[in-house]
């Protein structure tokens, strides 16, 4: 019975560890390039046991929209985890919206593997949601910083409850 165990564990440990993590970015980029979203300008680093992506530019409809300094992703098969910090807004949209996220946590499990979990924090204040994979759902709920509470072009998005203010979002 050892025997299987360390069988199994050494497969395991195999896997996540040769893992061509890389590769699985540029395939994540190619998926967002469907959807008018292109990170750019980033130099993406396999370590044995993650991935880390740093100084990316990221564009949505060849717009330039924020700045990603630090992207680290953990494929675990059973538990994934992607977290990204210094998130800042780009000159190009800081007219219309001016944020800086100091960081986001983003995970799934096998337990739950239609679902992915976010929480983050930053200048806009604190929020989390998931992505519902299943139903094809966004809901982020933020509850805002007092600076923020005052940006109504952006609000607007959002429908106040008592959790805070939540958005949703269908998509195909």
Request: charged share 25%.
């Amino acid at each position: 019975m050892k025997k299987i165990a360390v069988v199994i564990l050494s497969v395991y440990l195999s896997l996540v560890f040769l893992m061509p993590k890389a590769n699985l970015w540029f395939t994540l980029e190619k998926f967002l390039k469907k959807d008018s979203l292109i990170v750019s300008n980033e130099k993406v680093l396999d370590f044995w046991a993650f991935l880390n992506v740093k100084n990316g530019d990221l564009y949505f409809e060849d717009l330039k929209v924020a700045k990603i300094s630090d992207m680290k992703a953990f494929p675990y098969l059973f538990y994934n985890l992607v977290t990204l910090k210094d998130i800042s807004s780009s000159k190009d949209i800081k007219n219309v919206i001016d944020f800086k996220i100091d960081n986001i946590k983003i995970q799934n499990s096998v337990i739950k593997p239609f679902m992915i979990f976010l929480k983050g924090k930053g200048n806009i204040g604190s929020f989390s949601g998931f992505v519902d994979l299943k139903n094809k759902i966004l809901k982020v709920v933020l509850i805002p910083s007092k600076t923020f509470k005052n940006n109504r072009s952006i609000l607007r998005f959002f429908r106040k409850t008592k959790e805070g203010f939540v958005y949703e979002y269908g998509f195909k």
